[in-house]
């Protein structure tokens, strides 16, 4: 459909605008190749204006504008999702918020930014100013957005300590721009930030976010390889059960991923040797040293975070970016993503290890959840074709381990695996028209669409259902 940008860009001389088409075409697009489903299927989608707005009150003319116009608009922050979040899959603006980036407080155990601050200016300033650190944040912490986060993550680093962005007390309100003639300002706090959550700005533009931190801990990036893969989970898993250790990463990598695509931290690994990377705070590296003979385990790799030596941050080899270092070397592989229920966690993900041998490569990140330890499998595949993609989906759900699927573009068919009926109904309110982010929210769009029901999700949060992504039961 043909949308009338021209008379929007003339409503709006306050805003800058690009229409470049090939800054436009950049724009319109994030992480979406990572699956060869999605890199197929979206591979044209694209803006037909790209807004920066300076200030909330050019977002919220914007979105009047907009609004009066009847053109979709697709919030942007970094644009490193990974499922195609913020592609305009019905044209339009795409809405970079990466202008807004002041910073409104930093105090004893919280900060509020606008949601365009980079995660990384966020941290160091919460360092500088108060001595505070966010409890967790993505693993591209240095290019990432608040608001993308919020809007577009669910978890990463320090979620082995502090669970998800949806658990209570993550964060703790959101400012967030309705698409309406006259947009509002609402100010979401407890348990109505989830209507903000990964909804992909379905439901609102967020423009501030408060967020919780934890005090500043000098992190030591350590890398332990063990022959055995068995071995190395089980290790990880007892590294993230013991609370009295600071740490704010437990990644299990199976032979070959560090030798094949993480090269200096393959080649100090060696042949054949499983890794668990982590970041253990300096008081407690000792009683971690202690662990390693316990468990004999083999230190290959440990440095502070001001040492230079050709490796990137430990946190950059984990989470997403394994797959991304992945792809960088092999343009076939493809991945998923799986909880592995506590109490078999270890179990199962062993199983699956001997079960698909070279094809599906075991990537374990331990998280704590409602005082239990778990973990996410965001195994490497060696992609050959979509049914066979899915007969490996299959045989993991079988094996009690529920895969939330990153080849898809709406939110009730990723990880959500349902229709969150808060922010259904939060979207009829802010967005009546539909024009906010169209065609992620199948809930909305179809009025008939009927998911299959399932009670686990990743990282569901304050939404009473916490026990069930533990458990694995529904
Ligand atoms: C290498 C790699 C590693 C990653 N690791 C992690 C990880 O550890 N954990 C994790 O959760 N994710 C991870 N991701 C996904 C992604 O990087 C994060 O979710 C990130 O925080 C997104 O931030 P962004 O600013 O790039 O958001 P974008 O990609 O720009 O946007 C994300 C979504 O939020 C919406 N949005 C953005 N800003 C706003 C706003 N202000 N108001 C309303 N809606 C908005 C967009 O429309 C989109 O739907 C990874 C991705 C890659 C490529």
Same mark, same amino acid.
């Given at each position: ?35 060869? &489903? *999605?890199?197929?299927?979206? +591979? /044209? =989608?694209?803006?037909?204006?790209? @807004?920066?707005?300076? $200030? ?128 509002? &300002? *609402?100010?979401?706090?407890? +348990? /109505? =930030?989830?209507?903000?959550?990964? @909804?992909?700005?379905? $439901? ?128 076939? &592989? ?141």
């Amino acid at each position: 459909m043909a949308h009338d940008i021209e008379s929007l860009i003339a409503a709006l001389p306050e805003v800058s605008f690009v229409t470049d088409p090939a800054r436009v075409k950049n724009k319109s697009r994030d992480f979406y190749w990572y699956s060869p &489903i *999605l890199r197929d299927a979206l +591979d /044209d =989608v694209r803006a037909d204006v790209i @807004a920066l707005p300076a $200030t909330e009150a050019q977002v919220a003319a914007t979105l009047a504008a907009c609004h009066a116009l009847r053109i979709p608009v697709t919030p942007r922050g970094a644009g490193t999702g990974n499922y195609g979040q913020a592609m305009p899959l019905a044209g339009g603006v795409v809405l970079d918020l990466s202008a807004l980036t002041e910073i409104r407080f930093i105090r004893w155990g919280s900060a509020r930014a606008q949601s365009g601050v980079r995660l990384l200016d966020l941290d160091d300033a919460a360092r500088a100013a108060a001595g505070q650190e966010q409890r967790m944040h993505p693993s591209t912490l240095r290019n990432a957005t608040l608001g993308g986060f919020v809007c577009g993550g669910s978890g990463g680093v320090g979620s082995v300590t502090w669970g998800g962005l949806r658990d209570r007390g993550n964060v703790l309100a959101a400012r967030v721009l309705t698409m309406e003639a006259e947009p509002r &300002i *609402l100010e979401l706090r407890g +348990d /109505d =930030v989830q209507k903000v959550i990964h @909804a992909y700005g379905t $439901t609102g533009v967020v423009t501030e976010v408060e967020i919780a931190l934890a005090p500043a801990v000098e992190w030591i990036d350590a890398a332990v390889a063990f022959e055995d893969f068995a071995a190395a989970a089980a290790f990880g898993h007892a590294l993230a059960c013991q609370d009295a250790l600071l740490k704010k990463l437990v990644t299990v990598l199976a032979a070959p991923i560090p030798q094949s695509f993480l090269r200096l931290l393959g080649e100090r690994a060696g042949a054949g040797s499983h890794l668990v990377l982590t970041m253990i705070a300096r008081e407690s590296y000792e009683a971690f040293e202690a662990m390693l003979r316990a468990y004999r385990a083999r230190l290959v790799h440990a440095r502070a975070p001001d040492l230079i030596d050709g490796l990137l941050p430990i946190y950059e080899y984990a989470w997403n970016h394994t797959t991304l270092h992945a792809l960088k070397v092999d343009r076939t &592989i493809t991945y998923h993503q799986t909880l592995h229920p506590a109490p078999d966690s270890v179990r199962t993900a062993v199983e699956l290890h001997a079960r698909f041998g070279d094809e599906v490569l075991q990537h374990l990140e331990f998280v704590r959840f409602d005082g239990t330890v778990a973990c996410f499998g965001l195994p490497l595949i060696r992609f050959t074709t979509a049914e066979r993609l899915r007969e490996i989906e299959a045989i993991y759900d079988a094996s009690g381990c529920p895969t939330f699927n990153p080849h898809t573009v709406t939110l009730e068919d990723g990880g959500m695996k349902r229709i969150d009926p808060v922010q259904l109904a939060f979207k009829r309110e802010t967005d009546p028209l539909g024009l906010l982010n169209p065609g992620k929210m199948r809930a909305f769009h179809e009025p008939d669409y009927a998911p299959a029901a399932r009670g686990v999700h990743l990282f569901a949060g304050g939404s009473g259902e916490s026990t069930s992504r533990s458990t694995g039961t529904s």
